[in-house]
């Protein structure tokens, strides 16, 4: 055996190089700003009871079929009949074909291998990033949900933000003189509850298809929508299939969040450059993920039975009245917001004419509300703030009283 030999460096020591752009992003992420906030004053008052309408988390317990599914799922794999070891990276047929039929009730119809089932859509928004060069434009509404930046910052990205604005309702609409690659659309909107109408949606489709862009669609709030003039998946535009990706979760449908579980849908017509996306994206995830678990797709398909969808909309049904409680304690205010009825966030604009961190500040002080600052969202968030829908019904009701008292007597 012969050995290699390492031919000693001549010049100075060579170290690992780093992704240096992940020293381009915030300091802190909000979140955590917000909760050594609230931390500090709950130390100061420790006898004072913090109402959270922060963080856009559940709180409702899973639908019971749901639960049944997963327990029933965990049985199966006790024996050895019913074991599961690796399953298709791309999600087993069954739950690929419940939602199928979940969007063909809505007169959309999906392929069964146009649909990959994921551990949720954070990373499918930052995994897909993966097919497109980096040298690509990025457009993203400002205000944003942070992931969205974040994301492209760390692979070095060029960003451009669609400025958003009280004026045009928060719905950021395309400009003929910017050039795009990759476009990022929320509706409904996180932050803002802000969601497109149809003609708006083909307007950014036609942008899309004209600049040969990308659109990423979140489509996490769809649940939400009850207003029929509004697209609840971007294939419902005309055009669509040939220019955008649709991302979705069961966290807020079905309350996964503490589960995970999601899908990406990516249509077949899709091709840049001479190369199927859809093809490209099925590669990517048998190389780089193994799948979600068995037991958690038999409890997410659950969710699409008759049982299922009956028990979810009990659950969306209490948080719509939440956000009804909160919109109309901020309507007896006089308080401009957007959301609250096709989303279970609240966008208001700050009383007083105060900035969005004084405004987080003066609503703990004076109420023990924890919100959200819009400019944590982006420069066009300042003087917004965002509120959800996901707490307590109870607690829910006593936060807007307080809200309510405490900007009366501004």
Same mark, same amino acid.
């Given at each position: 055996?012969t050995e290699r030999?390492? =031919?000693? /460096?001549?010049?100075?020591?060579?170290?690992m190089?780093?992704?240096k752009?992940?020293?381009?992003?915030?300091?802190s992420?909000?979140?955590v700003d917000i909760?050594?906030k609230?931390a500090?004053?709950?130390?100061a008052h420790p006898?004072?009871e913090?109402?959270?309408l922060?963080?856009?988390?559940?709180?409702q =317990?899973l639908a019971?079929?749901?639960?049944?599914?997963?327990?029933?799922a965990a049985?199966?794999?006790g024996t050895k009949e019913?074991f599961?070891?690796y $399953?298709p990276e791309?999600?087993?047929?069954? !739950?690929?074909q419940a939602? /199928?039929?979940y969007?063909?009730?809505?007169?959309? /119809?999906? *392929?069964e291998d146009?649909?990959f089932?994921?551990d949720? *859509?954070?990373?499918?928004?930052?995994?897909?990033?993966?097919?497109?060069?980096?040298?690509?434009t990025v457009?993203v509404?400002d205000?944003?949900?942070?992931?969205y930046?974040?994301?492209?910052?760390?692979?070095g990205?060029?960003?451009?933000?669609?400025?958003?604005? /009280?004026?045009n309702?928060?719905l950021?609409?395309?400009?003929e003189?910017v050039?795009?690659?990759?476009?990022?659309?929320?509706? =409904?909107?996180n %932050?803002?509850g *802000?969601a497109?109408?149809?003609?708006?949606?083909?307007?950014w489709v036609?942008?899309?298809?004209k600049?040969?862009?990308i659109?990423l669609?979140?489509?996490?709030?769809?649940c939400?929508?009850?207003?029929e003039?509004?697209?609840?998946?971007i294939f419902?535009?005309?055009g669509a299939?040939?220019? *955008?990706i649709?991302?979705?979760s069961?966290?807020k449908?079905a309350g996964?969040?503490g589960?995970?579980c999601?899908?990406t849908?990516?249509?077949?017509?899709l091709?840049?450059?001479?190369?199927n996306?859809?093809?490209?994206?099925l590669?990517r995830?048998t190389t780089?993920?193994n799948g979600v %678990?068995y037991v958690?797709?038999?409890?997410a398909?659950?969710?699409f039975?008759?049982s $299922?969808?009956?028990e979810i909309q009990?659950?969306?049904d209490?948080y719509?009245k939440?956000?009804?409680v909160?919109?109309?304690?901020?309507?007896?205010?006089?308080?401009w917001?957007?959301?609250?009825?096709n989303?279970p966030y609240i966008?208001l604009?700050c009383?007083?004419?105060?900035k969005?961190w004084?405004f987080f500040?003066? !609503? !703990?002080?004076?109420? $023990?509300?924890v919100?959200? %600052?819009?400019v944590g969202?982006?420069e066009c968030g300042?003087?917004?703030f965002r509120?959800?829908?996901?707490?307590?019904?109870?607690?829910t009701?006593?936060?807007?009283?307080?809200i309510k008292?405490?900007?009366k007597a !501004?």
């Amino acid at each position: 055996m012969t050995e290699r030999v390492i =031919p000693k /460096q001549k010049r100075g020591k060579v170290t690992m190089k780093m992704n240096k752009h992940y020293n381009e992003l915030k300091a802190s992420y909000l979140f955590v700003d917000i909760a050594h906030k609230v931390a500090a004053y709950q130390e100061a008052h420790p006898e004072k009871e913090i109402i959270r309408l922060g963080i856009g988390d559940v709180t409702q =317990p899973l639908a019971k079929c749901v639960v049944k599914a997963m327990h029933d799922a965990a049985d199966e794999m006790g024996t050895k009949e019913g074991f599961h070891g690796y $399953g298709p990276e791309q999600g087993y047929p069954f !739950l690929k074909q419940a939602i /199928q039929g979940y969007y063909a009730g809505r007169g959309t /119809q999906l *392929a069964e291998d146009e649909i990959f089932i994921s551990d949720g *859509a954070k990373s499918d928004l930052a995994n897909v990033l993966g097919l497109f060069d980096v040298d690509n434009t990025v457009l993203v509404p400002d205000p944003v949900y942070p992931t969205y930046v974040d994301d492209n910052v760390t692979d070095g990205r060029k960003i451009i933000y669609s400025r958003t604005s /009280q004026e045009n309702g928060f719905l950021g609409m395309p400009d003929e003189n910017v050039k795009a690659d990759i476009i990022y659309i929320c509706s =409904p909107n996180n %932050p803002t509850g *802000a969601a497109y109408t149809r003609d708006q949606l083909k307007v950014w489709v036609d942008y899309a298809r004209k600049n040969d862009a990308i659109i990423l669609y979140d489509a996490a709030y769809e649940c939400f929508i009850s207003d029929e003039n509004l697209a609840r998946s971007i294939f419902e535009i005309e055009g669509a299939r040939e220019c *955008a990706i649709e991302i979705c979760s069961f966290s807020k449908i079905a309350g996964f969040t503490g589960t995970r579980c999601g899908y990406t849908v990516v249509p077949k017509e899709l091709e840049r450059e001479g190369m199927n996306i859809n093809k490209l994206w099925l590669r990517r995830q048998t190389t780089k993920f193994n799948g979600v %678990p068995y037991v958690v797709q038999r409890a997410a398909a659950a969710v699409f039975t008759e049982s $299922g969808m009956a028990e979810i909309q009990q659950n969306l049904d209490y948080y719509r009245k939440n956000a009804k409680v909160i919109a109309d304690a901020l309507d007896e205010c006089g308080v401009w917001y957007c959301g609250g009825k096709n989303s279970p966030y609240i966008w208001l604009r700050c009383p007083g004419n105060m900035k969005s961190w004084e405004f987080f500040d003066w !609503l !703990l002080e004076n109420c $023990g509300v924890v919100g959200t %600052p819009g400019v944590g969202f982006g420069e066009c968030g300042e003087g917004y703030f965002r509120l959800t829908a996901f707490g307590d019904a109870e607690k829910t009701k006593m936060a807007a009283e307080r809200i309510k008292t405490a900007i009366k007597a !501004l």
